[in-house]
């Protein structure tokens, strides 16, 4: 299953970034290497770009390895976890970050639509979340991070399906911090708003335009910037910090 990889190590944390092969998820698998984890990417269509970021980390001194896997698939996901990670690794980090959209306005949305991406964006946490808790309870410490969107906070006309999806990862961020907190396993969620990657890359000049009027720093996020809280988030300076949304939005929902 594994497509490319740096020598494993037992000896480094391990960090597992869903859908870390490019755009948001490549800057925070970049810098949680960068932060000293071994990290574990994953992909589900473009094994170029999961190369290209392993590449990348290891050529700058860190561990990678990047595995195809449809977070979508809950059945794939736990042969994932028994095959990969269970008694193999030291699970210290979930980003749940695959996320996809299929956008359409209310009355034309099919039920496909809102089906498929409730299931990548918040099934597919839900599923990741579950078989790392399994994991990370036994070591009775952890960090999850759920990569939501300033969309779940405020709503988007034409993005139905996203909003509840991202909304619903508040929800499921909350709830395991309640419930994994007496395991030590702390459960946070960063709120990006509107970041330059291939998710954003379709807009056109006026849409793109009228976004940045609305955003007080008037400009789009970079993917680093996401990373930075992230990265913060796993790290033992946000160790007393869990059931929290941090928002990384250039100020556009306070
Ligand atoms: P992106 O550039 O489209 O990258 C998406 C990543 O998710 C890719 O690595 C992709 O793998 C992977 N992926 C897609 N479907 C998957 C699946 N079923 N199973 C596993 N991996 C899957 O997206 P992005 O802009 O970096 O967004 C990353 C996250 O941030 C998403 O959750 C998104 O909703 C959220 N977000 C983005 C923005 C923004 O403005 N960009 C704002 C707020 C929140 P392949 O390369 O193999 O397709």
Known sequence: MSITQSTPSAALPTALVTGG???IGRAIAQTLARDGFQVFLTYVSRPEEAEQTVAEIVAAGG???AF???VGDSAAVADFFAAEIKDKVDLAVLVNNAGITKDGFLVRMKDEDFDKVLAVNLRGAFVCTREAAKTM???RKGRIINISSVVGQMGNAGQINYASAKAGLLGLTKSCAKEL???QITVNAVAPGFIETDMTANLNDDVRASYVESIPLKRMGEAQDVAE???FLASDRAAYITGQVL???GGMYC
């Open 21 to 23: 092969s490019r755009g």
């Open 229 to 231: 809280a992230v990265a």
């Open 181 to 183: 907190a007496s395991r």
């Open 68 to 70: 195809a896997l449809n």
């Open 63 to 65: 561990q990678a390895r």
């Open 137 to 139: 309870s036994r070591n």
């Open 247 to 249: 928002a990384v939005n």
